[in-house]
């Protein structure tokens, strides 16, 4: 069974820091993009930032460009996201996902449960 499972969210002052984890099981996904996704509260789901499956190449929403930093460790099988200059607007559900590497939400095959990170102004 493919599983990834986010970590790192939670309560954070506005210009705070937070590193986001997702570790996958069932499977690997070295050769495969992977991303994160955001949801608020009463808005869809958008895009945040992609990593190809080398990690040589990044791209990001403009609303998180030069703040976040997406991340892959093939070898953990894992994906990371560190969010420096936090802004209330970043609170949301912040999903990661495998198996695409684009702002499309659609090119992604498989999606973590979540982990709520909240700013405080």
């Known amino acids: 069974q493919v599983q990834l499972v986010e970590s790192g969210g939670g309560l954070v002052q506005a210009g705070g820091s937070l590193r986001l984890s997702c570790a996958a099981s069932?499977?690997?996904?070295?050769?495969?993009?992977r991303g994160w996704f955001r949801q608020a509260p009463g808005k869809e789901r958008e895009f945040v930032a992609a990593v190809n499956w080398r990690g040589a190449a990044t791209y990001y929403a403009d609303s998180v460009k030069g703040r976040f930093t997406i991340s892959r460790d093939n070898g953990k099988n894992s994906l990371y996201l560190q969010m420096n200059s936090l802004r209330p607007e970043d609170t949301a559900v912040y999903y990661c996902?495998?198996?695409?590497?684009?702002?499309?939400?659609?090119?992604?095959?498989?999606w973590g449960q979540g982990t709520q990170v909240t700013v405080s102004s």
């Open positions: 996902a495998a198996g695409g590497f684009s702002g499309n939400y659609d090119d992604y095959a498989y």
């Open positions: 069932g499977r690997t996904f070295s050769g495969y993009g």
